[in-house]
């Protein structure tokens, strides 16, 4: 059985308008919520063998904090730049790239193609995966490549609203 674990970025700041999109850091709730959703995965998951991120500011904040929750070694995390602005089958390509001897892989990124992934690997839709958001897919297969749309079923759609009181 694989496993995929998708993360989409924490909430960052536009504050600094002299910052490109590539640089934006996270803001106050984006530094609250990942630290939240570190704690809750912990509790939930095995811990991912391999993590990719987007270097974007934002994403590779929030790999590290996830990573840090998950005992995860900082130093190991890839830094994949085809992450940032990529399309879904720039996802699929990293996903089929993942040695069949791994059997759980995450990846933090961003919107809109994170739940176009989602939706296009997992047995239920969503129609938005928020800031924070994480998504379990987990496919009985035995290799990463042998992976196609709808092949997953969808375990787990984790985010910080979920758990907020109204």
Do not use: C
Not at 111 to 122: A, E, G, H, M, R
Not at 158 to 163: A, D, I, L, N, T
Request: net charge neutral; glycine share 4%.
């Amino acid at each position: 059985m694989k496993t995929l674990y998708l993360m989409r970025h924490s909430k960052s700041s536009w504050d600094n308008r002299l910052l490109s999109d590539y640089e934006r850091p996270l803001n106050e709730r984006g530094l609250r919520d990942a630290p939240f959703m570190g704690n809750l995965l912990s509790k939930l998951i095995k811990p991912p063998q391999e993590i990719f991120s987007s270097p974007a500011q934002r994403a590779i904040s929030t790999a590290e904090i996830i990573a840090q929750h998950l005992n995860y070694d900082l130093g190991k995390i890839i830094k994949e730049e085809k992450i940032y602005h990529a399309v879904v089958s720039d996802l699929m390509r990293i996903i089929y790239s993942v040695p069949d001897e791994i059997d759980y892989i995450m990846i933090f990124g961003h919107n809109p193609t994170f739940t176009q992934v989602s939706n296009y690997l997992s047995d239920k839709f969503i129609e938005n995966i928020p800031t924070s958001g994480f998504v379990q897919i987990n496919f009985e297969l035995d290799s990463w490549k042998e992976i196609n749309g709808e092949s997953g079923k969808q375990i787990l759609f984790e985010y910080p609203k979920k758990y907020s009181k109204p």
